[in-house]
């Protein structure tokens, strides 16, 4: 099988499947080989670039399991906690079905629950740290159990604790969630509210909700299981208010957001007016209905997908003055 949503053929040294706490624990205190060569941790692959062979071993979490952990009655609020190798949409749709409330907005996005705090996943004004409580891990060096809260992971825009100071220290192996028995629908992003509105639903459920960002999603991005593709490939760039304000005295129609550090810029709005939209290079190709997306033309290589994102990249600066970071990693 291939185990990236890319449809990139790989290889590694080892490949190796964890579905038990058993397991895992006698892998981090006796295999000798994943103390001394390269390892990563491979959840749905939907966000992974494989441009080589993989020098080391590939481990793949197949752990599931989903349960409530507390109530918190005069709140509202439930503590849910869900294994890293459950499917994230499919954890969604289970939060919905049991008035879990909070994961409406996330629905749709491929890959798995371990992933969601290492990415800081977001989508449609919701990220995976406005509903984390805490986060259940493995060291690596010690196999000792450690559990991070919110505020220890330090998320950041598709960032956390996880991918920075303690990069390759820690294996996320499950992910308690802080959610909600009340609904109350997040429409702050605007083709999710204008979705709702056409469609003619006044106050949508959360099924409504999450099946409406389920729409809004694939109407713009591949399917996985008809195009490869990694998602979004590149970070929305953060600039400051004096680059913003130079930007948009001279690009008016320029999409931005105003963020913590200043202005937030659609990425894909800067690799479309780079003349990127729907070009290709080699078997590799920006998605024609999102230029955020690079995509799998067939047969495409991981050196293929480099190549294109290096031009991508080159052709932004060249144009903006703007260095695009890849959300997608390269192994």
């Given at each position: 099988?291939?185990?990236?949503?890319?449809?990139?053929?790989?290889?590694?040294?080892?490949?190796?499947?964890?579905?038990?706490?058993?397991?895992?624990?006698?892998?981090?205190?006796?295999?000798?080989?994943?103390?001394?060569?390269?390892?990563?941790?491979?959840?749905?692959?939907?966000?992974?670039?494989?441009?080589?062979?993989?020098?080391?071993?590939?481990?793949?979490?197949?752990?599931?399991?989903?349960?409530?952990?507390?109530?918190?009655?005069?709140?509202?609020?439930?503590?849910?906690?869900?294994?890293?190798?459950?499917?994230?949409?499919?954890?969604v749709q289970h939060c919905i079905a049991n008035g879990w409330h909070g994961t409406e907005n996330l629905a749709a996005i491929p890959g798995t629950v371990g992933a969601s705090p290492v990415q800081n996943v977001g989508a449609y004004g919701v990220e995976a740290k406005d509903i984390i409580h805490s986060v259940h891990t493995f060291e690596v060096s010690t196999g000792n159990e450690r559990t991070f809260s919110r505020d220890e992971c330090r998320f950041g825009y598709r960032d956390s604790i996880f991918k920075k100071e303690l990069k390759g220290q820690y294996i996320v192996w499950s992910v308690t969630f802080r959610l909600s028995r009340t609904f109350t629908p997040d429409l702050r992003y605007k083709a999710i509210a204008d979705a709702i509105a056409s469609s003619g639903i006044e106050t949508p459920t959360p099924q409504q909700l999450a099946d409406t960002i389920a729409s809004v999603r694939w109407a713009k991005l591949p399917r996985p299981e008809e195009t490869g593709s990694a998602g979004s490939f590149f970070?929305?760039?953060?600039?400051?208010?004096?680059?913003?304000?130079?930007?948009?005295?001279?690009?008016?129609?320029?999409?931005?957001?105003?963020?913590?550090?200043?202005?937030?810029?659609?990425?894909?709005?800067?690799?479309?007016?780079?003349?990127?939209?729907?070009?290709?290079?080699?078997?590799?190709?920006?998605?024609?209905?999102?230029?955020?997306?690079?995509?799998?033309?067939?047969?495409?290589?991981?050196?293929?997908?480099?190549?294109?994102?290096?031009?991508?990249?080159?052709?932004?600066?060249?144009?903006?003055?703007?260095?695009?970071?890849?959300?997608?990693?390269?192994?």
């Amino acid at each position: 099988m291939i185990y990236n949503t890319f449809g990139i053929p790989a290889t590694a040294d080892r490949y190796i499947t964890v579905s038990a706490k058993d397991e895992l624990l006698d892998l981090l205190q006796h295999d000798t080989l994943l103390h001394t060569k390269p390892f990563f941790v491979l959840g749905g692959g939907s966000n992974i670039i494989f441009a080589r062979h993989y020098p080391g071993t590939i481990l793949h979490l197949e752990n599931k399991g989903i349960h409530l952990v507390q109530e918190l009655p005069q709140s509202q609020e439930v503590l849910v906690e869900a294994s890293a190798g459950e499917n994230w949409d499919s954890f969604v749709q289970h939060c919905i079905a049991n008035g879990w409330h909070g994961t409406e907005n996330l629905a749709a996005i491929p890959g798995t629950v371990g992933a969601s705090p290492v990415q800081n996943v977001g989508a449609y004004g919701v990220e995976a740290k406005d509903i984390i409580h805490s986060v259940h891990t493995f060291e690596v060096s010690t196999g000792n159990e450690r559990t991070f809260s919110r505020d220890e992971c330090r998320f950041g825009y598709r960032d956390s604790i996880f991918k920075k100071e303690l990069k390759g220290q820690y294996i996320v192996w499950s992910v308690t969630f802080r959610l909600s028995r009340t609904f109350t629908p997040d429409l702050r992003y605007k083709a999710i509210a204008d979705a709702i509105a056409s469609s003619g639903i006044e106050t949508p459920t959360p099924q409504q909700l999450a099946d409406t960002i389920a729409s809004v999603r694939w109407a713009k991005l591949p399917r996985p299981e008809e195009t490869g593709s990694a998602g979004s490939f590149f970070k929305n760039p953060v600039v400051d208010a004096t680059q913003y304000e130079r930007l948009k005295a001279e690009y008016p129609d320029m999409v931005a957001y105003p963020a913590a550090d200043g202005y937030k810029l659609a990425a894909g709005w800067l690799i479309e007016h780079t003349g990127w939209k729907g070009r290709s290079l080699g078997r590799c190709g920006v998605y024609s209905k999102q230029a955020l997306v690079l995509v799998n033309l067939g047969g495409c290589t991981g050196q293929e997908v480099i190549n294109l994102a290096d031009a991508v990249t080159a052709d932004v600066y060249k144009k903006f003055g703007i260095t695009l970071e890849k959300e997608a990693i390269i192994l």
